[in-house]
């Protein structure tokens, strides 16, 4: 169906693994003037060479920012990745001024699952007044509140196989763990067709507790992975001892804690309703990477 929804569409965050991908979507998509906002243009040439036009641009640095919304347009803005507390916030509220001042139409912003006061993750509060912020700008947007990376079960599955368990401080808590790539092609979906404004829960198709991983590593691999709960202190340890700084230790804990206290047990059909494709499961996506559980990818 012919989309009636004029740009450009302008992709901050480009040089990222979810911006890489987004960009993908909309290219197939048909989506046009497309824009590309990185710190790293460098990076971009073969994009450019597609017929995306790349501008330079860094939240750290505002100055940058006019340009890249000049002629205003619908705007992705992807949540960067500061785990300093406040560090977040400080950034998207540059990005988000100068949308309003460039006279953007529509903003989307790659937020978190439930980010209100209770929840624990570290930078939750940076994701709650960047939501906020958006909202205040009177501006349609498209609050996407994505759920861990599915992907993230690929740096801490081979670490499981190897140890021969899979430790957690997620207690009994479930997750909506959702691929990244069912995140971008849900941002470029609500980037090139969403009106109005709304709150989305980008999520799997279903939530999972870490006995669930657990048994599904010990499919994938073929070797029996039982999950051992621990304590979050006890996590921190380990973390710490494998060579990890404090304050990521602690911010990484802190989705281990988020899972226990049921902050992100939420699975929703919103991937396939932007998408029109229902969102990989975590035991699809884990069984296809068999390869990288098993330290072969
Ligand atoms: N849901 C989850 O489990 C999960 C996991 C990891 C991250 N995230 C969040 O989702 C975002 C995208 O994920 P990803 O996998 O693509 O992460 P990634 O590959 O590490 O990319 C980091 C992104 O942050 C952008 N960025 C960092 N500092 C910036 C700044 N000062 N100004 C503008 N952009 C800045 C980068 O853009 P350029 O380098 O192109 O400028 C890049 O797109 C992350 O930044 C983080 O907020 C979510």
């Known amino acids: ?7 450009p569409f302008i992709v901050t965050g480009a040089s990222g693994q979810l911006g890489g991908q987004v960009i993908e979507a909309l290219l197939e998509e048909g989506a046009e003037p497309l824009v590309a906002v990185t710190r790293s243009p460098e990076k971009l040439e073969a994009l450019r060479a597609r017929g995306v036009e790349i501008r330079a641009g860094d939240f750290n640095d505002p100055a940058t920012l006019g340009p890249c919304f000049a002629g205003g347009g619908r705007l992705l803005i992807i949540s960067t990745d500061d785990l300093a507390p406040g560090k977040r916030f400080a950034a998207h509220r540059n990005a988000i001024s100068a949308a309003k001042e460039a006279g953007v139409s529509h903003i989307v912003y790659t937020s978190l699952t439930n980010p209100d006061e209770v929840n624990p993750i570290g930078f939750a509060r940076d994701h709650r007044e960047t939501e906020a912020s958006i909202k205040d700008t009177g501006i349609s947007h498209t609050i996407l509140r994505n759920c861990l990376y599915a992907d993230l079960l690929l740096m801490n599955g081979p670490q499981a196989v190897g140890a021969g368990a899979l430790y957690s401080a997620a207690g009994d808590g479930k997750a909506g763990y959702v691929t990244r790539a069912d995140c971008a ?58 060579g990890l700084p404090e ?26 309703e932007l998408t029109g494709q229902k969102g990989q499961s975590v035991r699809d996506f884990l069984l296809a990477n068999k390869a990288v559980l098993i330290g072969q990818g």
């Open 1 to 7: 169906m012919p989309n009636s929804i004029k740009g």
């Open 247 to 272: 304050f990521m230790a602690d911010v990484f804990s802190s989705f281990d804690v988020a899972i226990a206290e049921g902050c992100l047990n939420v699975a929703s059909g919103d991937v396939e």
């Open 185 to 242: 092609r849900a941002a470029a979906a609500a980037l090139f067709t969403e009106t109005g404004s709304s709150v989305r829960d980008i999520t799997g198709p279903a939530a999972v507790g870490q006995a669930d991983i657990a048994a599904i590593l010990s499919e994938a691999t073929g070797k029996e992975i039982p999950y051992v709960p621990i304590t979050r202190d006890a996590l921190v340890a380990a973390m710490v001892g494998n």
